[in-house]
């Protein structure tokens, strides 16, 4: 057998990150493809060494072909391309519990777009809380440069209790959806109490994101090592 | 005998994986109606009913096998093949009867509306060549 086609299904194992005894039959079976291709190429006259690397071109790429044979739905799912699915997902696009993504959709989604029950984003679409640039949150807080929601803080913020700051152009501290004016909302924290409470929520608003972002990095770090410790090349 | 060849590669327009996720299913499964099959001879068998106009990555289609087991809609065995190795071999089971019925009868009744309202597929068909000029 080829060193390049053994080559070739290594990397495919590696990126289809499957179970010790299902990677054997997957790689059993995916090998008898590639053998019957190459001779099949051989046998139309297509010299030894061409026949392999044609196998393994028209076979597809082994970084899409092993993702394509991971769980469908996965404990973690760590990818560089197309769309990670699992309870923690990371890639361009996730689909998760805890989903990190470009565009990101999950429980917990932070992304460029991201959509969930709690969004971190660019553009953040969440049912409870949003925190991004563009925040959307219908039935909960969202808090961003532009806020819409039930609760909105931000320089433009409309909502049932809306908080914006002192910009001419803001929409600033009122109400345009029914509710009372953010800052008669405001005073209600003017206690002590108050005070301590919504400085420790806005803390933990604020800081979920770079720790959150911190766990993605470490795990994206696992997945980098991993691979280049099966193959440094695959990760040049 | 004519030979029949692409009508031009410019003219080839790939199909993107929106059109194609969750037909390549239904492909697999006709292909399966005549007869337990396995991985190579099921692409090489798609290929040749497509006329080459569907191209697809040949790994893809293993992604697409394990699902339609999972959804038991086809039904797969490890046996020995003539070149001595174990070879798994998929077959369509009840289910996946009745899956490709319902798929076959949607595909036509889209395909006839999209015909109409689009227009015929005639010209994406490959055309035979006759010498020094394609017809």
């Known amino acids: 057998m080829s060193r390049a086609l053994q080559k070739y299904l290594d990397q495919v194992i590696l990126y289809a990150n499957r179970k010790e005894k299902e990677s054997v039959k997957i790689r059993a079976e995916l090998e008898d493809h590639l053998r019957q291709k190459t001779a099949d190429l051989a046998a139309r006259g297509v010299p030894r060494e061409d026949a392999v690397f044609g196998a393994i071109e028209d076979h597809g790429t082994a970084r899409t072909v092993g993702y394509g044979l991971r769980k469908g739905f996965a404990l973690l799912d760590v990818r560089t391309e197309g769309t990670a699915r699992g309870f923690v997902a990371i890639g361009p696009r996730a689909v998760g519990i805890i989903a990190f993504g470009n565009v990101a959709v999950g429980l917990f989604a932070f992304g460029n777009i991201a959509l969930g029950a709690l969004a971190f984003g660019a553009l953040a679409i969440a049912g409870l809380l949003s925190l991004g640039g563009i925040s959307l949150a219908p039935l909960g807080a969202a808090v961003g440069l532009a806020a819409v929601g039930q609760g909105a803080f931000g320089m433009i913020a409309c909502g049932g209790l809306a908080v914006g700051l002192q910009v001419p152009w803001a929409i600033d501290g009122v109400s345009l959806l029914s509710g009372e004016n953010g800052l008669q909302f405001l005073q209600h924290f003017q206690t002590h109490e108050g005070t301590v409470a919504l400085v420790a929520i806005t803390a933990w608003l604020f800081l979920m994101f770079p720790i959150m972002n911190g766990v993605m990095c470490s795990i994206k770090r696992n997945e980098y090592l991993r691979i280049k410790k099966a193959d440094p090349k695959l990760v040049e | 005998m004519p030979i029949w060849v692409l009508s031009g590669r410019r003219n080839m327009t790939r199909l993107s ?119």
């Open chain 2, 17 to 135: 994986k929106q059109t194609l996720d969750g037909n390549v299913e239904t492909l697999i499964l006709a292909v399966l109606e005549s007869g337990p099959s396995y991985g190579y001879a099921i692409v090489k068998e798609l290929n040749e009913r497509a006329e080459g106009i569907l191209q697809l990555g040949e790994g893809t289609i293993y992604p697409v096998l394990y699902r339609l087991e999972e959804k038991k809609l086809i039904a797969a065995r490890w046996r020995l093949a003539e070149n001595g190795r174990q070879r798994k071999y998929y077959r369509l089971i009840s289910k996946g009867h009745k899956a490709l019925a319902t798929n076959r009868r949607q595909w036509q009744m889209l395909s006839a509306a999209m015909g109409k309202v689009l227009g015929s597929a005639e010209n994406l068909l490959p055309q035979p060549q006759v010498k020094g000029a394609t017809i």
